[in-house]
């Protein structure tokens, strides 16, 4: 296929990017190293790279001969988001604005829209379905979900195969490490390696969904590579979790070490737990990666490197 991947340089997009060109698809990435939270960018030397804003005009040719976007370029935190909504405004609703369109006018077959489980908020109890009303805390919430009615209006007004992913707390493969307000795992485990305080946000009884990148990257893979998806699945939203969900402290836990509780932010849920039967009814998709295994095999690997440079 050929394909276009906003946010190809990023923390997931970055790991799509690189399952699909081993996949031998032809691949177009457009990414403008916005994301303040990676140590660094991920351009995979196979694709067709462009670093560029989505919002560029100029990214329309790019859009030409393309079956199918992967649109997951976005200002992509909570806490930036509440510090500079227009920001988050113009990179998530105008920015998916543009690719819709763009992907519209260049006859883009299918685009897969990344949004997120903040959508539930507060006033929904888990498990989450995707039949439940939004509840939307802050303007990143705000913003992805504008995204999802974007790409509900292409799917019944221009008939374009949209399908929007909800993901759950993703941690994995280049998740971002930089700044207090980098994911959390990615964060206890920086904390740890360097011999500080796993910085614990409240009393961190708050319970996460923990979903890993390699999952994401199957839904979107799988998905991408239906030829004929049933128009009734187009325009609707997919909760891509694994249905198990962990407290902060259990995350501390195994991971190990001394800890640090810190102020309690606004604007966020207390639990998050995916249902992800839709997804799998629909599309065959189910996790297969344990978070605990997860850490207990990284955290080997990164106690091997030590050994190494010692």
Known sequence: MNVLVTGGAGFI???????LIEGNHNVTVIDNESADAHEQFYWNE???NYKMDICDPNTSDLYQGVEVVF????????????????KAVQANTVGTATVLEHARRAGVRRVIYSSTSSAYGLANNPPLFEDMPN???NPYSVTKTSGEELCKMYTKLYGMETIILRYFNVYGNRQPLRGQYAPVIGLFMRQSENGEPMTIVGDGTQMRDFTNVSDVVDANMI???KHNISPELCGEIYNVGTGTNYSINEVAGFIGGPIQHITERPGEAYISLASNKKIRDAFGWKPRVSLPEWIDKNLCINLAKVDTNN
Do not use: F, K, T, Y
């Open 71 to 86: 649109h997951l370029a976005a200002e992509a935190r909570i806490q930036p988001c509440l510090e500079n909504p227009l």
């Open 13 to 19: 997009g970055s790991n799509l990017v690189d399952r």
């Open 223 to 225: 998905i991408a590579s």
């Open 46 to 48: 196979n694709a067709n």
């Open 135 to 137: 509840d939307c805390l």
